[in-house]
């Protein structure tokens, strides 16, 4: 177990000793996967577009195990997440059907106790009681989402702008910043911020590196923006306190670059502006599961109210 607790810390999704032995199952049921299982899980989760695994140039199953386990790396937490969502799905539904069957057990409950008329009436109260809940379950859930994307409308015009600016590269631009050999300040920096992003070293060798990658561009645009680790934005932050650091001034000297620098600043500004949204998505989320569950209670009363109307006819 320790052993796998260490591989746990290194793909940083343990923060209490109580979900290691959880975490150690889903870790290892990633790592044991085949690799073509594997990538078809990211496809099916939107981590990876199907079109890069098909110009893969390494989409076969690699022999060496650590770079197995580097390209895993990255998507691991995520897909931990996505188990977690999955599983609070299931018991919710789980409890949403003992909930509906309490209701019918309860105004069963009601006409046995006081007769078909009156069981109407509680029923009738009890309904008019949840759909007041709803009303409040709505109007909150609404207030909450409106604030959340005031916040995130903030990043998505940097965001697109950025995504536009590689779309307009081509291969060609690629290659040419790759064949400086002592390439320009400002080109030289906006690299180094690449390889920061992409958790390599911030030297010029590594950078032609990463130009070497035919994925560079596909990699970029998919890059995992809601999950940058807060050690690489500190890194970044020097780079970005530069005044020269911006893509019209990165202009002057590669046109490449500069879309590379706006790509930079949209991370760093989605990742600044997604920290302040990420409890308001969460508030979101329990708030429209609280809404999910009154108007699954209004529909149970109201057939109950519907079935006794029935039988008073």
């Not at 650590?66 to 018991?91: T, V």
């Not at 910043?177 to 080109?187: D, M, T």
């Not at 911020?193 to 390599?200: E, N, S």
């Amino acid at each position: 177990l320790a052993d796998d607790t260490q591989v746990l810390e290194e793909f940083g999704i343990v923060d209490a000793s109580a979900q290691v032995c959880v975490a150690v199952s889903a870790v290892q049921k990633f790592r044991e996967m085949t690799r073509e299982d594997f990538v078809e899980l990211l496809v099916k989760k939107r981590l990876m577009d199907r079109r890069r695994v098909l110009t893969s140039e390494d989409s076969s199953p690699l022999s060496d195990e650590e770079a197995e386990m580097s390209f895993r790396r990255p998507y691991i937490p995520q897909l931990e997440k996505f188990e977690k969502a999955e599983e609070r799905q299931r018991e919710r539904k789980e409890d949403q059907v003992r909930r509906s069957q309490s209701i019918a057990t309860e105004a069963q409950k009601w006409i046995d106790q006081l007769g078909r008329g009156m069981a109407a009436e509680h029923v009738g109260r009890r309904v008019a009681e949840v759909e007041e809940v709803c009303g409040r379950q709505i109007a909150e859930a609404r207030a909450i989402k409106e604030d959340a994307q005031r916040d995130l409308d903030a990043a998505l015009p940097a965001l697109e702008n950025s995504l536009h600016a590689l779309d307009s590269l081509c291969k060609a631009d690629v290659c040419e910043l790759k064949a400086f050999g002592r390439p320009p300040r400002l080109v030289a920096l906006v690299m180094e911020a690449v390889c920061i992003l992409f958790g390599r070293k911030p030297t010029w060798d590594e950078s032609r590196k990463l130009l070497g990658d035919s994925r560079l561009l596909d990699d970029m645009k998919w890059y995992d923006k809601d999950n940058i680790a807060p050690p690489i934005i500190a890194k970044l932050e020097r780079y970005l306190a530069q005044p020269d650091f911006h893509a019209d001034a990165v202009a002057m000297q590669s046109r490449a670059a500069s879309s590379f620098c706006r790509w930079v600043h949209a991370m760093v500004t989605y990742d600044r502006i997604a920290k302040v949204v990420e409890p308001k998505r969460d508030a979101l989320r329990e708030s429209e599961e609280a809404l999910e569950d009154a108007m699954l209670d209004l529909k149970a009363w109201q057939e109950q109210l519907r079935i006794l109307a029935m039988g008073n006819a």
